[in-house]
Structures are given as structure tokens and as C-alpha cells.
């Protein structure tokens, strides 16, 4: 079990701070209501470039995100600012109802925020608030427009704030943490042209409106991941949870249905691409252009085919890893008696 936890946090790139001291850990409330009132943030909405979120606060957003299953589920980050970069000491979920499409805090959810943040401070732990994080279950991680609209009013009245999407079906089929920081752009400021965020990711076509419908409204940040000496006993009991639901759970059966709907998705997209192929191939004064686009959407196909493929893969060998290492295990055990 120690040997999965050592890979899990170096597929993941959880790096050791401080073997002795835990200085990110270490709060200075003056040095923070300083930074908050001098708002360079404001002067530049490119200020905030990286994140670092501490490896219990990873687990248990991925914990809290897997069970929710194919519910998006909701809660809060704490930490501080040190620079360009949001440092995510801890997490802790909120009593939110959500559904497959969007999550919304109310009343309830509000009032559970200031209890427990103040029953933080009465203990010690000044960290504020410093943003907020939800699922995206097997569509990846991006904002919404939903997500737009929370993220800017939470930036509007309580900034600097961030914004972390994890994907939990994504995260089960990879083996690997799927999640991404955001921040939005003041109302009235436009991106430059290629300024937005580079990397593919495999989109579902029913989402592909919504995501490219405010992708120039907010730029990703990047995320590296840590732990500290302090940590250690904490990590050692989320991770003996975590690892028994893994270790309990096969990649394919869990997400049996996240990988149906992908395989049903690259069908309709192979569909579309042929169709467009077939029109384009009649001809006509822009027949260039669409040949470009055909190609590029055709490339896009590719990566996804190759994505999903290799997704099963990691199932297929996690499911033959078990079986070695397991079945004949009872038989032992009474052979042993």
C-alpha cells in the first residue's frame, strides 16, 4: 500500500516542500491583508499564474468528487497568496444538492462556510477561503457558463479567488488526477488572439457549445502539486480510503458508462467529420478552407480514438495486476490453517 501511495504522488508530482520546516504552512496574517490591499491583481488580470495545492487537499477533492458519481459535487479551498501563485493548504466539501449539469450553493451552504471557517480560526487555522472547487464528471475540466458567472462574482466581491474543476471519471479511466485552476477576465478585457489555453482535451459534442461559447472569458493556471513532513499521518489515513475504494473497484465496471458514452460520442463525431468530408468533396470556391478544417477536426478524432484506447488499456492491465496478485488468496489462507 505504501508503494501505490509513492506512485500515486509521483504520477501525480507530489514533490516534499521541507523534510524539518512547513513553510508553506506557515500563515502571516498582516503579510496577507497587505497583499489584499494592495490588489495587484487588479492592475494585471494575468497576475495569478501558478497554483500549488497541497496532496491531502488533492485527495480530498478527488475523494469528495468521486463520491458523487455522475453528480457534480461542490466545496471550498483554503490558503493564502504568495506572489503569482494561489497556495491551496487544505479543503473541505460543502452540503450542496447538484445535479449532472451544474451545482449551486445556497443559503445552507453559505451558512456551513462561516461555521466552519470560524471554527477554524477559534483552533488557529487563519487561512481564508481562497476559492472553490466542483466536478465535471466524464466531460473534463473547464468552466461553463454557469461556472463563468460564479467564478466572476466570487472575483467581484471576495477576490483573489480561484476556480479548480476535477474530473472523477476521467481521473478513475487515466489513474491520474484530472483537474485544471482557472481565474476570468474582468467584464470589460479581451484576451489577445491565441492568448487561451493550448492543450487539447476531448470535449463531448454536447458540451461543445457551451465550452467554446466562454472559453475567451477566463485563462488556466498551472497546477503543481506538495506535501510536507506534517502531512504524512494525515495523508497516510485519507490515502488507506482512498485505496481501499480503488483497490474495491475495477476501471471498467466503475466507469462502464463514462467509457460507453465516450465510445458513442466518437461515433457521432466520426459521422460528423464524414459528412463534412462528403460535402466537401463536392467542390466550390472555398473547398481549401474546408479541406483545413476537415483535417484538423480529423486530427482531433485521432486523439480522442487514441485517449479512450488507452484509457482501457490502464483497465485492462489494473484488472490483470488484481487477479494476479489476489485470486488465490483464500486458498492460501486455509492451506495456511
Not at 488557529?124 to 466572476?152: F, K
Request: charged share 25%; proline share 3%; aromatic share 8%.
Amino acid at each position: 500500500m505504501e508503494a501505490m501511495q509513492r506512485a500515486w504522488e509521483l504520477e501525480n508530482s507530489v514533490k516534499l516542500v521541507d523534510q524539518h520546516r512547513d513553510a508553506l504552512y506557515s500563515y502571516d496574517e498582516a503579510e496577507q491583508k497587505s497583499i489584499s490591499a494592495d490588489r495587484p491583481w487588479k492592475r494585471n488580470p494575468h497576475h495569478f499564474k501558478n497554483v500549488r495545492i497541497s496532496a491531502v487537499a488533492l485527495l480530498k477533492m478527488v475523494m469528495h468528487a468521486r463520491s458523487g458519481g455522475s453528480i457534480e459535487v461542490m466545496g471550498l479551498m483554503q490558503g493564502k497568496i504568495a506572489g503569482d501563485t494561489f497556495i491551496v493548504t487544505d479543503a473541505f466539501r460543502l452540503p450542496v444538492e447538484g445535479t449532472e449539469t451544474r451545482v449551486n450553493a445556497g443559503a445552507e451552504a453559505d451558512e456551513y462556510q462561516v461555521q466552519y471557517l470560524q471554527s477554524c480560526r477559534d483552533n488557529g487555522r487563519l487561512e481564508n477561503a481562497i476559492g472553490w472547487y466542483h466536478s465535471h464528471p466524464g466531460y473534463g475540466c473547464w468552466l461553463s457558463g454557469i461556472d463563468v458567472s460564479t467564478q466572476m462574482l466570487q472575483q467581484s466581491f471576495q477576490d483573489p479567488f480561484l476556480a479548480v474543476v476535477v474530473d472523477p471519471d476521467r481521473t478513475i479511466s487515466a489513474g491520474k488526477v484530472e483537474i485544471g485552476a482557472f481565474r476570468t477576465y474582468p467584464k470589460d478585457y479581451k484576451p489577445a488572439v491565441g492568448q487561451g489555453d493550448d492543450d487539447y482535451q476531448t470535449i463531448p459534442l454536447a458540451k461543445i457549445e457551451d465550452f467554446g461559447a466562454h472559453a475567451s472569458q477566463y485563462y488556466s493556471l498551472e497546477i503543481s502539486h506538495y506535501k510536507s513532513s506534517l502531512d504524512a499521518h494525515l495523508l497516510e489515513l485519507l490515502w488507506n480510503k482512498y485505496w481501499v475504494t480503488t483497490l474495491s473497484q475495477s476501471p471498467l465496471f466503475t466507469n462502464r458508462e463514462y467509457s460507453s458514452k465516450q465510445i458513442l460520442d466518437l461515433s457521432q463525431k466520426i459521422r460528423n467529420a464524414e459528412s463534412s468530408i462528403k460535402s466537401d468533396s463536392r467542390g466550390g470556391p472555398k473547398q481549401g478552407t474546408r479541406s483545413s478544417g476537415n483535417d484538423t477536426q480529423l486530427e482531433k478524432i485521432v486523439k480522442d480514438s487514441n485517449k479512450i484506447a488507452g484509457e482501457e488499456r490502464i483497465g485492462l492491465i489494473a484488472g490483470e495486476v488484481k487477479a494476479r496478485l489476489f485470486n488465490g488468496v483464500g486458498a492460501i489462507v486455509r492451506k495456511g490453517t
